[in-house]
């Protein structure tokens, strides 16, 4: 059975909108001031008074090195990732797994943290920034869970591509 | 190409002996100190006290989420994945993955954080402790990409479960 037609609209909106989340937002808790543009910066001072969000307020160490993959390794994927869902190729199965076993992993830590941080001034405000990080833990971990049961997550239409080269090969022989 | 021997040793003696290492040292960070054995207890101040480990001496929440899903999700695999890769079954490449990734992942904030950790005493210390640690990043993200880069990690001769299935399959029709 192929992936759902809503789930594949769901994901591609999903990588589309987290393009400029990560370049705009996130990437300011390593990238020196100075590569930020002004309203970014408001964006997130904003978000942190709003929220009362503790790692973009703090940016300890550990939650840098998850941001300097966000940026390094996923990142390129949104584009990678928003092409193969949105053209149905089947090869993004095992690079699908990686992205959103790596993802849904990064935010364990930091649901906890924003769980038990003391930095949180009511139970509702850490409600509220607990809902706002919660689907980058559930759709990457859905998008893994639905490629790893799926062989073929398009359908035989998904393996277009690879058929195509297969013919090359053929024709060279 | 099937895995190498070498290798398939490699994962076999890891995963064996990280069973004893979860059970008794990484599960202290978030188990009652009453459900802890005594020498478990003296092993882990030994070690707190030798190397200095600022993780396992203040356990911040962060930290002990990743150690939670270390006992609730690698734990139950290190027994699946010896199992697989001592008697070369195929099907272990897809749940190989989602743990050698998984595993990775949660070494990245650790080695930051053992990185830039002000509580280590001299740039030795933050070596070694860095070292210790480096191992349970390679192996997983090793496994993850050997298996991504083998459809047949085995070769054939590891879909032998599988090809009985299908035989038994065939027999129902």
Redesign the interface.
Known sequence: MALNATFRAVVCVFFLTHIPATILMDSQAILPASMVPGFAKELLAFHIDRHHDPLMAQQP??????IL?EILFQLPFFFVGFYAFYMRRNWVR?PG??YG??TA??L??????I???KAMPTKQARTVLFYIYLPYLIIPALI?LLL?LEEKPFGKAGDAGAVQRTGDKAKRR
């Open positions: 160490v550990w939650f840098k090195s998850l993959f095992i797994i990686v076993v790596h992993t990064t364990l830590p930091i649901l906890a943290e769980t038990y941080s893994a790893a």
